[in-house]
């Protein structure tokens, strides 16, 4: 990775998606043999008849759950970034909470946070319990959420690596049932994997695939056709450098975490783990650390929250891996420049497209940046966190341009973002180029998300100096060949600031101090337009907003375009 981070980025280039991968011809024909066979006694005969339904193995769980969660649990509630609902009373299909909260149930992913809480004799009956309501519910209908794609690929994950919490009962017939639910939820991926969208869903669809053929008896079969829908999956959700297609930071660390245990299932059967399987993690953790700031917690880009660095650490821990952040991830679309005691994250790339991702941000050539453990600017973030404390207005609020810290014209968003959620038109194509120098680090990168409307392209530089004490920018308003009449319109430079930092405009109107709590001095000087301090907010990694202010640079873009240079340099 080191001679990558000093490699020029050409003028010009653009965001490149990845390619779908051919497969062999082994590959292929068990693919088509195990298809042939879904339908067929031979397939009732492997999962029911032939061999007795048990668990081959038991993984671990490499990652911790929040024994502060699991013991609201034991105490008959379930929580939900600030969403609760009565275990006893607990309704796995109901429409009245949050997407992001039935998932969280329909993974099963509290079983996690239950076995953190206490003994397995203590959590079990709890566990068994909350089992008992899905199976009731959901184990002999196919319907919408409990049985799509993803959702089983999770549950048959958090399912096998808890089975001692659900599974230790003596009630036979239960046991039964939750082995015949592994079994059924298998079969309906068999069929349906490659109907769940293109990235993490479908990725963790075909995960549960390989999960189960290597974890219920007889599953031979299914594990070979399991791993090459999963490299296909892989291949189509990861850009080439690593990133999900989505472009979502907390997404990333999601289908981190789901590789991590799908490797401990291999290793519960003392099996080697694939190579396209190492090959993605190796891939995807540089990603994901290429997007936490100096905290160690997640920048907040395309919704995603700001979740906390032990979190990020556990998570990659759980991996093995053990690499750096990746500085240019040039399909993915984020840069990372890191000097001294600052880290930069600017976002050089369009909007995720609309059939891999809802709830896209318009967020491009924004960026966020950090002093040491302080984060001093930042995106308001948060927009798909979900929970009881974002309102549906607030969310679309927060996938706006002006919620960005990046230039904003005529109040427009650089991407337009439809009523029922979708991306529109608007930024299509990146100039992006990088150089490196002794230490310091240069970024220009321009976007087109305002040639049709306004006739003007955005053209953002960042240099980061080589000790990391000083960041200056310049913001460029171009005309464009493309439209022969550009017009005179208002914009606006945002620099939203993390709560707990003081600012003090100067006298002169052109500039401000910028003191962090407990920590630096940094001031902030502009040219090219008129500064001042307005009020904002920040949504943290448990989606709970916060007041905070921004430093809005304003002014007037002419025909011919408009310059604004501006700069923040450590005082302290």
Not at 131 to 151: F, N
Not at 168 to 176: A, G, I
Not at 434 to 439: F, H
């Amino acid at each position: 990775m080191d001679s990558d981070e000093h490699e020029e980025i050409p003028v010009g280039r653009r965001l490149v998606r990845a390619q779908s991968g051919g497969e062999s011809l082994a590959e292929r024909l068990t693919s088509q043999f195990y298809r042939l066979t879904w339908r067929t006694p031979l397939h009732a005969l492997r999962l029911r008849g032939r061999y007795p339904l048990k668990l081959l193995a038991v993984p671990d769980d490499p990652v911790a759950g929040d024994a502060s969660t699991g013991l609201a649990i034991l105490r008959g509630e379930l929580t939900w970034r600030g969403e609760k609902g009565e275990c006893g009373r607990v309704d796995f299909g109901s429409e009245s909470i949050s997407p992001g909260f039935a998932n969280y149930l329909q993974r099963f992913q509290w079983l996690r946070d239950l076995a953190a809480a206490g003994p397995r004799a203590q959590v079990a009956p709890v566990a068994e319990m909350l089992t008992r309501r899905w199976l009731s519910s959901h184990a002999d209908r196919i319907s919408e959420p409990a049985w799509r794609p993803d959702l089983w690929g999770w549950r048959i994950l958090f399912w096998s690596t808890h089975a001692p919490l659900i599974l230790s009962s003596t009630d036979l017939v239960y046991r039964s049932a939750v082995l015949n639910g592994l079994a059924r939820g298998a079969r309906h991926l068999d069929r349906s994997a490659d109907r769940a969208p293109i990235g993490l869903q479908r990725i963790a669809a075909w995960a549960g695939i390989v999960a189960a053929g290597l974890l219920i008896t007889g599953g031979g079969p299914r594990r070979s056709f399991g791993e090459a829908g999963l490299a296909r999956a892989l291949n189509t959700g990861f850009s080439a450098d690593g990133g999900l297609v989505c472009r979502t930071p907390s997404g990333q660390l999601d289908v981190v975490m789901l590789l991590a245990m799908l490797c401990r299932v291999y290793d519960a059967r003392r099996i080697e783990l694939p190579a396209f399987l190492a090959s993605a993690l190796n891939l995807s953790v540089p990603s994901l650390l290429g997007v936490t700031l100096g905290d160690g917690g997640l920048s907040s880009w395309q919704g995603s929250l700001p979740i906390e660095a032990s979190q990020v650490e556990a998570i990659i821990a759980a991996t093995g891996v053990r690499t750096r952040p990746q500085r240019q991830a040039r399909d993915w679309g984020y840069q990372r420049a890191a000097a001294g005691q600052t880290v930069v994250v600017m976002d050089a790339a369009p909007p995720p497209d609309r059939r891999v991702a809802r709830g896209g941000c318009a967020s491009t050539l924004a960026f966020e940046l950090s002093d040491g453990a302080h984060r001093l600017i930042v995106n308001c973030g948060g927009a798909n966190a979900g929970g009881a404390f974002i309102s549906a207005g607030l969310a679309n609020g927060l996938r706006t341009t002006a919620a960005h810290s990046t230039l904003i014209l005529a109040d427009s968003n650089s991407t337009a973002i439809h009523a029922d959620g979708t991306l529109g038109r608007g930024v299509s194509e990146i100039a992006l180029e990088r150089q490196e120098n002794e230490g310091s680090s240069r970024i220009e990168a321009s976007h087109d998300g305002y040639v049709r409307r306004f006739g003007l392209i955005h053209k953002r530089t960042l240099l980061l100096s080589g000790d990391g004490r000083e960041l200056r920018g310049d913001d460029v308003l171009l005309p464009s060949k493309a439209k022969q009449k550009p017009m005179t319109s208002a914009f606006a430079i945002r620099f939203h600031l993390a709560p707990g930092i003081e600012a003090t405009p100067t006298a002169d109107g052109m500039g401000a101090l910028l003191r962090i709590e407990r920590g630096a001095l940094w001031q902030f000087r502009c040219r090219g337009g008129t500064l001042s301090i307005e009020e904002s907010l920040w949504i943290d990694g448990d989606a709970r907003p916060h007041n905070t202010v921004q430093l809005v640079v304003s002014g007037e873009a002419s025909p011919g375009g408009a310059s604004v240079g501006w700069a923040l340099r450590r005082a302290g």
